[in-house]
C-alpha cells in the first residue's frame, strides 16, 4: 500500500477524533492505574498508535484531565467537593477542600492507595442548585448515596469507622466555627466553608477520574503532524484531542471541540489543497 495513501487515510482518522485516552500507564506512571475513565472508554490511543510509524513529535504525553467519578456507575460529582468535608474510607479528611475537583481528582491516587473517599454534605446545601443537580446524577446513576440523622449513624450506614468520623467531624466543626479551618490537619482553607450541622448527612463515594489526555503529535498551524524535526509529514493531519501540545495541566472550558471544529477544518483544507497538486 503506498505511503501517501496510508497517511492519507490516517489523516481522516485523526480529523475526527474528539476525544483521545492514551494507554495509561506508559507515559504517566503507575497511580493512574487506579483511575476509572469519566470521557470516552472507546479511543484509547489511537492518535499515537496509528502515527507511531511515521516518527511523529510527541508531546504532553504525562499530562492529563481528571475530575471526580463514582467508576462503576460513572455518576460524577464534579464540584460537589467544594461544599462539605472529604474523607478516605477511615473516615479521616485527606486534603484541602479549598482545591478545585481537577486537583483533588489528581491528587487522589497519590494520597489514597485505592483511590476511594466520600464527600460528606449536611442538608444545608441541598437547596443549591448545582448540589442538588449533582445529587440529582447519584440518583439517575443509581449510585449510592449514604444518608444519617447523626454523623454517627451515617458513619454506619456508610462502613466508615464511627468514632474517627465523628471525632473528625467535631474538629471541624469547631475549627470552621472558630474561624480557625487553616489549624486543622490538613488545613481547611475554603473562604466560606460550611459546618456540617443539619441533618440528614449525606455521603457520596467517588474515585478520582480520568476525562482526556493531553499528549499527542504536535502539528502546524495547518494542521500537519510534524515530525521529530518538526517538519510537517506528508499527508497526516490531526485534530481535537488527538493533537498534543494544546493543552497542559488543565484545559480550558470548550477548547476541545473547538480544537475538533478549527483544525478539522484546516487539516481538510490542507488535505484538499495537497490532493488537487497529486
Known sequence: MPLTFVTALVGFLLTVLVGSLVSQNSYMGGDVA?????????????????TEPFNPMYVNMDQFHGGPIHGPTRANPSIMVNYGILV????????????????????????????????????????????????????????????GNTIAELARNAHIPEATL???VDQYNAAIKAGKGSTLTPPNTLKGARLLVKPPFRAFPFQGGMTATFGGPKISLKGEVLNTEGR??????????????????????????????????ESACSAAARAKKA
Open 166 to 168: 465523628v471525632k473528625v
Open 232 to 265: 510537517p509529514i506528508p499527508g497526516l493531519y490531526a485534530a481535537g484531542n488527538a493533537i498534543g501540545g494544546l493543552l497542559y495541566n488543565d484545559y480550558i472550558g470548550g477548547s476541545q471541540l473547538c480544537a475538533a471544529i478549527i483544525w478539522g477544518r
Open 88 to 147: 478516605k474510607q477511615d473516615g479521616t479528611r485527606f486534603i484541602d477542600e479549598v482545591n478545585t475537583y481537577v486537583y483533588v481528582a489528581k491528587a487522589m491516587p497519590k494520597l489514597i492507595p485505592n483511590n476511594w473517599a466520600f464527600i460528606i454534605i449536611d442538608d444545608q446545601v441541598t437547596n443549591i442548585s448545582t448540589v442538588q443537580d449533582r445529587i440529582n446524577r447519584y440518583q439517575r446513576n443509581h449510585a449510592p448515596i449514604y444518608t
Open 34 to 50: 487506579w483511575m476509572p475513565i469519566r470521557g470516552s472508554t472507546c479511543i484509547t490511543g489511537e492518535n499515537i498508535t496509528l
